[in-house]
């Protein structure tokens, strides 16, 4: 059973920045796709972010301000998070695909307030 965990949430301050991390229990070399979503209070989950066949796609609020990474050699992928606004409190999940289906983490608390 493949398991992901997230790590790096966090109150954050409007302006601020968190790094999102997502630990996958296999190799992430051959995946097909990557993706980090969010789910406000209230709110249907969205798409945060979402890499597949070569090409990301971000949700327009976001665009500019957050990035998704990954790097093989720790199976993990990453959510860089820039100039965060209390609109961006959600909690955070992120997702994988090899050949089969999606994968989940349990998400991330992120709380954007002064």
């Known amino acids: 059973q493949v398991q992901l965990v997230e790590s790096g949430g966090g109150l954050v301050q409007p302006g601020g920045s968190l790094r999102l991390s997502c630990a996958v229990s296999?190799?992430?070399?051959?995946?097909?796709?990557m993706g980090w979503y969010r789910q406000a209070p209230g709110k249907q989950r969205e798409v945060v972010a979402l890499?597949?066949?070569?090409?990301?796609r971000y949700a327009g609020s976001v665009q500019g301000r957050f990035s998704i990474s990954r790097d093989d050699a720790q199976n993990t992928v990453y959510l860089q998070m820039n100039s965060l606004k209390p609109e961006d409190t959600a909690v955070y999940y992120c997702?994988?695909?090899?050949?089969?289906?999606?994968?989940w983490g349990k998400g991330t608390l992120v709380t954007v307030s002064s």
């Open positions: 890499s597949s066949g070569g090409s990301t």
């Open positions: 997702t994988v695909r090899w050949l089969g289906p999606d994968y």
């Open positions: 296999r190799s992430i070399f051959s995946i097909n796709s």
